[in-house]
């Protein structure tokens, strides 16, 4: 067990190369309830939501639909990493990290009250992720007919009130699956009856390595409030139209983009047996040098990938300090793999 | 709970060392070292021919979590090495004891195991950690 967040969480239940194929290959499942659920309620919730936020809630036209942002400070240092519901014209549901959810919610609270808008933590519900290929089919069957053809029918990002939870095709481990927020007493039985039907619990160490291999970043290690997004690989989710949406951290973040970023955040894969790791040396032939941000071994390509911030060039190949040995590595653009598959060549 | 075989002797760095009888010593890690390691996805062998001090640094096991030394548990020379590894590293999680030996060597003096913690005396270290 380990601290994350202030929560006690297990890194692994066994094994957690068990654990990362069981989701890669048929279903995983993950208590989530670490991340913090507030809901955003008032007329003026919209506009609260274009201002906190660096991509636009605007874009959510169905309800239900979610969107990836980043929350930035007036330096465009990066806040929080979000999801974002739009459940109906008044109502938004924002998922934060853990560690910043204390941070989060005065931030987003103090913006929201000046708008006339009411922020709900939902500390009674629970978050469960079942993620996998079969993920989808293994929750359906615990539903009555008619709500499991409403969850088999959500689009991907898109999330609904069915019954008792809230089930949204989200996740973060590059496979298919559903999110189920749902009251805290129900948690366990649900548990219980995925485990009963061969899905595999799986903790924190396999949802490291699984958000890995599908190029997500993670807060507080591969961005946080000293970064922005424009050199974490964050650009795409920037909504810089319309240009008269003066969300927080726009006019730092604009100034930026027009001088041209010096640093970029890239995918490596190393070419020997050895692992590459958080905060390890990357030297850059002619550009100079970078820092891995997030490193593992990857159970799906059987080698070594990290993250690393580099200097802004075009460097294909790059050398890793790993215990005191340089080895070589290959800049590549993730994610690494995807849908249970590779997506390149080791 | 982990556990030690008593047909051996034991390291406090969690290595462990077998008798084979014919004036080789087999060495491995401890069922209690590989499960605080998690899943091995790498280990680096030392070459055979190698002469070892005891105590010092011949291999590497690299883990989901962590690469960590391996320390030799006797002074002496390197005479085999368990290539499976190589291809299947899981063998130290599965079969701490067995399949999952690290390296065999000739001890330069007769005296080193006696020096060594015996089963009942290393899980009792184990345990304390």
Known sequence: MVDFGGWDMPLSYGSQIEEHHAVRQHAGLFDVSHMRVLDLCGARASECLRLLLANDVARLKDPGKALYSCMLNEA???????????LDDELFRVVVNAGTAEKDQAWIS???AALGVAVKARREQALLAVQGPEARAHVAALLLPADAMRALNLDVFVGAQIGEWFIARTGYT?????EIMLPAEAAAGLWRALIARGVRCCGLGARDTLRLEAGMNLYGQDMDEQTHPLESGLEWTVAWEPAERQFIGRAVLEGLRA??????LCGLVLEERAVMRAHQHVIVPQEGEGMITSGTFSPTLARSIALARLPAGQAREVQVEVRGKLLPARVVKPPFVRHGRALLQV | MSNAPADRRYAR?????????????????????QNALGDLVFVEVPETGRTLAAGEACAVVESVKAASDIYSPLGGTVVAVNEQLASAPELINQQPYEGGWIFRLRPSDGAGLAALLDAKAYLAVADSE
């Open chain 1, 259 to 264: 001088a041209g970023t010096a640093r970029r």
């Open chain 1, 110 to 112: 103090a913006r929201a």
């Open chain 1, 174 to 178: 590059g496979e298919d699956g559903f």
């Open chain 2, 13 to 33: 760095s969690h290595e462990w060392a077998r008798d084979l009888g014919d004036g080789t010593v087999e060495v491995g890690i401890s069922d209690h070292a």
């Open chain 1, 76 to 86: 465009g240092g990066i806040l929080d990493d979000l999801i974002v519901y739009r």
